[in-house]
């Protein structure tokens, strides 16, 4: 089936040919003309604190999740006309203001950009607001499409990388460490991913090379700050690059003219990045107030986010009675979560590594048991008992409770770790506009609720929307 765009695969539209993309690309543009307003060369303020517009823009950086395309080249037109197209509405700036101008980025990295389709692992971009004088950093999520982002950033955390491998001139003072400052191999492949994407549009330039180039202009102001911003994944990123870019300054000098003062790195949601030398190395790092290149560390975290619990023991084992309140703990869930936790053994040693949030951790105040995720969730599965009884599948009645409340965990784990944010942080106007900007320019047109639970099947390996809710049950 086709409405002369392309051809229709599945949920996901597809373009013909090459003459196809350049058809929407121009629709596009039209789109973009038709819909926003022109900017005007004053600038205007938001009503969002400038915590929030950081927040908001890293929000912005996740655009690309789960949407695939045929090509890393539609991949990165749609990811750069998503985020210009949020930055001109007149809704968004009146959140975060209207002068905030990309500078670099944002940038997409495919690892597998030759995929019959191709998804983004990771993505970064480069903001500057010069009404507030401040640049933002914002590094994107995992994207629940990307393999490489699970299996190889997220996941891979059986072996450490020391901090002075990463950064050789590191100054490590003795601050009577107990282990050696060091990150994860997934963090490390998530950090050099960043390090080295280069924007096309920048004589290829890497974002710190850009970053130099601008803060080197006459015409740039001093005493600058300098936010590096991310959610989840981009959570543990971002204060990793963060402390990276101040360790480096010595040596690989992108702020020559000191008019950078502040890196304030604000990760929300982020799992572990390091070991307890690592949390102990940053925490002194950023207590150090003598030094010209100021490093400042505010990290926040919904306590019913299961995410920000990895991979440190102490918070880990509580995962599995997280929502037992509302959820019966099992089996299953227990041996995920045991399963996580031998994940993190040192593959070497076979001990668990050390793994500890830096400080201040801070707890969003605000949180809640989301019944309407949970029932819709439960109601998916309300019929499946006669379903099965009709096919003579009855036998495997006895699973069914255990995969229900696996699949309402995971739910209410996905809200939590998504959605709670929007409004726990004060951002629903600035996430539910930013929606209906980005959705038709999407590939795919599926539902809110159609998009949730193809993630969540993708999570649990379950066909989620072949389960029709029970009849007559509501399904907000």
């Not at 600038?43 to 912005?60: A, M």
């Not at 320019?441 to 029970?470: Q, Y």
């Amino acid at each position: 089936m086709s409405d002369g765009l392309g051809e229709v695969t599945g949920e996901i539209q597809y373009p013909d040919s090459n003459a196809d993309f350049e058809l929407i690309n121009v629709s596009l543009v039209i789109i973009k003309l038709n819909s926003f307003a022109e900017k005007t060369t004053m600038s205007t303020p938001g009503s969002y604190t400038l915590e929030n517009q950081i927040h908001s823009l890293s929000l912005l950086s996740n655009v690309a999740f789960g949407v695939p395309f045929l090509s890393s080249g539609a991949l990165q037109t749609y990811v750069t006309t998503a985020v210009k197209a949020c930055l001109q509405d007149t809704t968004i700036q009146s959140c975060i203001g209207s002068d905030w101008q990309l500078i670099w980025g944002p940038c997409v990295h495919s690892n597998n950009p030759n995929s019959v389709t191709v998804v983004a692992d990771n993505v970064m971009m480069l903001l500057y607001s010069q009404s507030q004088n401040a640049y933002v950093i914002a590094i994107a999520g995992t994207n629940i499409d990307s393999m490489y982002g699970w299996f190889q950033e997220d996941f891979q955390v059986n072996t450490v990388v020391d901090w002075t491998t990463v950064v050789p001139d590191a100054k490590i003072p003795d601050i009577d460490r107990i282990v050696t400052p060091a990150i994860s191999v997934g963090t490390n492949n998530g950090l050099q991913i960043l390090l080295g994407m280069e924007d096309t549009t920048h004589d290829n330039n890497t974002m710190l090379t850009e970053l130099g180039n601008w803060l080197s202009q006459a015409t740039t102001t001093s005493n600058a700050t300098i936010a590096v911003a991310g959610h989840s994944l981009g959570g543990a990123l971002s204060p990793v690059l963060a402390l990276y870019m101040h360790d480096i300054v010595s040596s690989i000098n992108w702020n020559s003219d000191n008019k950078i003062d502040t890196i304030h790195a604000w990760p929300t949601a982020g799992p572990t990045p390091g070991n307890e030398g690592f949390a102990l190395y940053y925490g002194y790092v950023a207590g150090n107030t003598t030094s010209s290149l100021q490093l400042q560390y505010t990290s926040k975290y919904n306590p019913l986010d299961v995410i920000p619990q990895a991979w440190q023991t102490s918070t880990l084992v509580n995962i599995p009675g997280f929502y037992s309140s509302n959820i019966p703990t099992d089996t299953t869930l227990g041996s995920l979560v045991l399963g996580a936790f031998i994940n993190k053994l040192n593959s070497t040693t076979h001990l668990p590594i050390s793994y500890t949030q830096v400080q201040p951790w801070t707890s969003i105040n605000g949180s809640a048991f989301d019944i309407e995720t949970d029932t819709k969730m439960t109601n998916r599965f309300t019929g499946l008992g006669d379903l099965l009884s009709a096919v003579d599948a009855s036998a495997l009645s006895t699973y069914q409770p255990d995969l229900t409340n696996l699949v309402r965990f995971l739910a209410q784990m996905g809200y939590q770790h998504t959605t709670a944010y929007t409004t726990m942080l004060g951002l629903s106007v600035f996430s539910d506009q930013m929606e209906q900007i980005i959705k038709p320019l999407e590939p795919s047109h599926l539902s809110s609720i159609d998009i949730h639970l193809d993630a969540l099947g993708k999570a649990v390996g379950v066909a989620l929307t072949a389960i029709e809710p029970a009849a007559g049950a509501q399904n907000p």
